[in-house]
Nanobody, 121 residues
Framework: QVQLVESGGGLVQPGGSLRLSCAAS????????MAWHRQVPAKQRELVAT???????NYADSVKGRFTISRDNAKNTVYLQMNSLKPEDTAVYYC???????????????WGQGTQVTVSS
Protein backbone atom coordinates (compact mmCIF):
# COMPACT_ATOMS: atom_id res chain seq x y z
CA GLN A 1 0.00 0.00 0.00
CA VAL A 2 1.31 3.41 -1.00
CA GLN A 3 0.16 6.71 0.45
CA LEU A 4 0.85 10.28 -0.59
CA VAL A 5 0.26 12.88 2.11
CA GLU A 6 0.27 16.60 1.30
CA SER A 7 0.82 19.44 3.72
CA GLY A 8 1.48 23.17 3.67
CA GLY A 9 -1.71 24.62 2.25
CA GLY A 10 -3.54 27.54 3.79
CA LEU A 11 -4.65 31.13 3.42
CA VAL A 12 -2.20 33.70 2.09
CA GLN A 13 -2.45 37.28 0.85
CA PRO A 14 -1.78 38.14 -2.80
CA GLY A 15 1.95 38.41 -3.38
CA GLY A 16 2.70 35.99 -0.56
CA SER A 17 4.37 32.59 -0.56
CA LEU A 18 3.56 29.05 0.47
CA ARG A 19 5.48 25.80 0.34
CA LEU A 20 3.63 22.56 -0.23
CA SER A 21 5.08 19.16 0.64
CA CYS A 22 4.00 15.69 -0.38
CA ALA A 23 5.55 12.60 1.19
CA ALA A 24 5.16 9.12 -0.24
CA SER A 25 5.16 6.19 2.16
CA UNK A 26 4.54 2.46 2.11
CA UNK A 27 6.05 -0.25 -0.03
CA UNK A 28 8.13 1.70 -2.57
CA UNK A 29 10.80 0.31 -4.86
CA UNK A 30 11.26 3.41 -6.99
CA UNK A 31 9.54 6.68 -7.84
CA UNK A 32 9.54 8.05 -11.36
CA UNK A 33 7.93 11.39 -12.19
CA MET A 34 6.31 13.39 -9.41
CA ALA A 35 3.90 16.23 -10.07
CA TRP A 36 1.54 18.81 -8.66
CA HIS A 37 -1.91 19.41 -10.07
CA ARG A 38 -4.66 21.80 -8.97
CA GLN A 39 -8.40 21.96 -9.32
CA VAL A 40 -11.12 24.52 -8.74
CA PRO A 41 -14.82 23.63 -8.57
CA ALA A 42 -16.48 22.94 -11.92
CA LYS A 43 -13.15 22.90 -13.76
CA GLN A 44 -10.84 20.12 -14.89
CA ARG A 45 -7.76 19.28 -12.87
CA GLU A 46 -4.80 21.27 -14.19
CA LEU A 47 -1.18 20.14 -14.32
CA VAL A 48 0.97 22.70 -12.50
CA ALA A 49 4.48 21.24 -12.50
CA THR A 50 6.39 18.01 -12.92
CA UNK A 51 9.81 16.76 -11.86
CA UNK A 52 11.43 13.59 -13.19
CA UNK A 53 13.63 11.16 -11.32
CA UNK A 54 16.60 13.11 -12.70
CA UNK A 55 15.13 16.39 -11.43
CA UNK A 56 14.15 17.69 -14.85
CA UNK A 57 11.26 20.10 -14.38
CA ASN A 58 8.38 21.43 -16.40
CA TYR A 59 5.78 24.07 -15.55
CA ALA A 60 2.43 25.32 -16.71
CA ASP A 61 2.76 28.72 -18.39
CA SER A 62 0.56 30.28 -15.70
CA VAL A 63 3.09 29.52 -12.94
CA LYS A 64 6.45 29.81 -14.73
CA GLY A 65 8.82 32.10 -12.88
CA ARG A 66 6.70 32.00 -9.71
CA PHE A 67 6.55 28.32 -8.68
CA THR A 68 9.43 25.91 -8.17
CA ILE A 69 9.05 22.14 -7.94
CA SER A 70 11.75 20.02 -6.32
CA ARG A 71 12.16 16.59 -4.77
CA ASP A 72 14.15 14.86 -2.07
CA ASN A 73 14.62 11.27 -3.20
CA ALA A 74 15.97 10.17 0.18
CA LYS A 75 12.70 11.28 1.77
CA ASN A 76 10.39 10.28 -1.12
CA THR A 77 9.08 13.82 -0.97
CA VAL A 78 8.15 16.42 -3.56
CA TYR A 79 7.83 20.14 -2.83
CA LEU A 80 6.16 23.08 -4.51
CA GLN A 81 7.47 26.51 -3.57
CA MET A 82 4.87 29.07 -4.59
CA ASN A 83 5.87 32.74 -4.69
CA SER A 84 4.07 35.87 -5.87
CA LEU A 85 0.76 34.14 -5.36
CA LYS A 86 -2.32 35.47 -7.12
CA PRO A 87 -6.03 35.02 -6.35
CA GLU A 88 -6.30 32.84 -9.47
CA ASP A 89 -3.89 30.37 -7.85
CA THR A 90 -6.65 29.50 -5.37
CA ALA A 91 -7.41 25.80 -5.74
CA VAL A 92 -7.06 22.40 -4.15
CA TYR A 93 -3.55 21.19 -4.91
CA TYR A 94 -2.92 17.48 -5.44
CA CYS A 95 0.38 15.67 -5.67
CA UNK A 96 0.83 12.73 -7.98
CA UNK A 97 3.62 10.19 -8.28
CA UNK A 98 4.37 7.27 -10.58
CA UNK A 99 5.63 4.53 -8.29
CA UNK A 100 6.92 1.01 -8.68
CA UNK A 101 6.40 -1.17 -5.60
CA UNK A 102 8.81 -3.90 -6.67
CA UNK A 103 11.46 -4.50 -9.32
CA UNK A 104 8.98 -6.39 -11.50
CA UNK A 105 6.05 -4.04 -10.93
CA UNK A 106 4.67 -1.61 -13.47
CA UNK A 107 4.64 2.07 -12.72
CA UNK A 108 1.32 2.99 -11.14
CA UNK A 109 -0.05 6.47 -10.52
CA UNK A 110 -0.88 7.46 -6.97
CA TRP A 111 -2.61 10.63 -5.74
CA GLY A 112 -2.65 12.55 -2.51
CA GLN A 113 -5.83 13.70 -0.81
CA GLY A 114 -5.35 17.35 -1.73
CA THR A 115 -4.57 20.51 0.21
CA GLN A 116 -6.45 23.80 -0.07
CA VAL A 117 -4.59 26.93 -1.10
CA THR A 118 -6.52 30.19 -0.84
CA VAL A 119 -5.06 33.49 -2.02
CA SER A 120 -7.14 36.38 -0.76
CA SER A 121 -6.81 39.69 1.00
Amino acid sequence: QVQLVESGGGLVQPGGSLRLSCAASGIIFSIDTMAWHRQVPAKQRELVATVTGYSLTNYADSVKGRFTISRDNAKNTVYLQMNSLKPEDTAVYYCNARIRTSRSDYLNAYWGQGTQVTVSS
